[in-house]
């Protein structure tokens, strides 16, 4: 019996944003969904505008994954997370250990598969590994976006600081998405199947 697959669901259990008042919480199941949706969104506008030749499948589940040692290691804020490099280089090693344990539940001949979508540092991946990140902030920055939209003003510093973080990333796909796509976020459902309230591109 293997406990793989049975540990990856519990990523629905480990909430996000611990320090902040939320309006409604967040766990790292849906956060991966989301960020994996926008990743494979980031490449796809890379192929299509930027004259990309990147594989926005494999975006989507490098993205799927990017959290999954959390399972074990909890979501850690990141204002302790990066508070020193002492702190930073010891969650790195716990972040190793938790990597190695996820990877032990399961048999042999698929593990190798999913060692490079767990441990994430093939040299083949970093192109998809920084719209990945990219992904990561946006799915942050619409966290945001949503809880400042029903009137939760504790995360207007983090949304102030995130868009300067994706702004500093000069991803052009990163910049079309935020021109066109993120706006959207702060609509009612009417809005959106309407069409009303959105810009024409």
């Not at 939320?22 to 505008?49: C, F, K, M, P």
């Not at 999913?114 to 994430?120: E, N, R, T, V």
């Not at 093939?122 to 990140?133: A, G, N, S, T």
Request: hydrophobic share 40%; proline share 4%.
């Amino acid at each position: 019996m293997f406990h793989f697959y049975a540990m990856l669901s519990r990523m629905k259990y480990i909430n996000r944003w611990g320090l902040m008042r939320n309006t409604r919480n967040e766990n790292i199941g849906e956060h991966s969904l989301d960020t994996a949706l926008l990743a494979h969104a980031l490449a796809t506008l890379r192929n299509t505008r930027f004259n990309g030749q990147v594989h926005a499948e494999r975006a989507a589940a490098l993205a799927l994954f990017h959290d999954v040692t959390e399972i074990i290691t909890g979501d850690l804020p990141t204002p302790v997370k990066y508070y020193s490099p002492d702190i930073r280089e010891a969650y790195r090693q716990v972040e190793d250990m938790a990597q190695k344990r996820l990877l032990s539940l399961l048999p042999e001949d698929l593990r190798k598969p999913y060692a490079s979508l767990i441990h994430q540092n093939d040299p083949e991946d970093q192109e998809l590994l920084i719209l990945v990140k990219a992904a990561d902030k946006l799915s942050a920055l619409i966290k945001c976006v949503e809880e400042r939209g029903m009137g939760n003003e504790e995360f207007t510093k983090a949304e102030q600081t995130l868009r300067q973080s994706l702004t500093e990333m000069k991803l052009p796909e990163v910049d079309c998405f935020l021109e066109e796509f993120l706006p959207s976020y702060q609509l009612t459902l009417d809005e959106q199947e309407s069409g009303s309230g959105l810009s024409e591109h």
